[in-house]
């Protein structure tokens, strides 16, 4: 079991840059690949990104390659989203989410078994 809280949304104008974080309980932790995803009003749940249990391995959506960077520390049980040069498309509630299935990247927010309770991004134009 693993409980997911992200931190770090808020409103930013277009170009802006924000950092979510989000920390992790259970001692299992190192052992899960992360990911982020986002939800806007009306569509479905997209993926951001992802990141191996090691760290060794990223995936992000065409969408936010380039501007968005996954990262994690095993040491302090987070994993984070770095997102630079923000648009009004970006926003949403963005959920971080735990796959404990140590394969590949999952990309399909079925694959990911933990979720936080997800944090707002508003890019006004």
């Known amino acids: 079991q693993v409980q997911l809280v992200e931190a770090g949304g808020g409103l930013v104008q277009a170009g802006g840059s924000l950092r979510l974080s989000c920390a992790a309980s259970g001692r299992t932790f190192n052992k899960y690949n992360m990911g982020w995803f986002r939800q806007a009003p009306g569509d479905e749940r997209e993926f951001v990104a992802g990141?191996?249990?090691?760290?060794?391995?990223?995936s992000h959506a065409d969408s936010v390659k380039g501007r968005f960077t996954i990262s994690r520390d095993n040491a302090k049980n987070t994993v984070s989203l770095r997102m630079n040069t923000l648009k009004p498309e970006d926003t949403a509630v963005y959920y971080c989410a735990a796959d404990p299935r140590n394969l590949n990247i999952a990309t399909r927010s079925r694959d990911y078994d933990y979720w936080g309770q997800g944090t707002q991004v508003t890019v006004s134009s």
């Open positions: 990141i191996s249990w090691s760290g060794g391995f990223t």
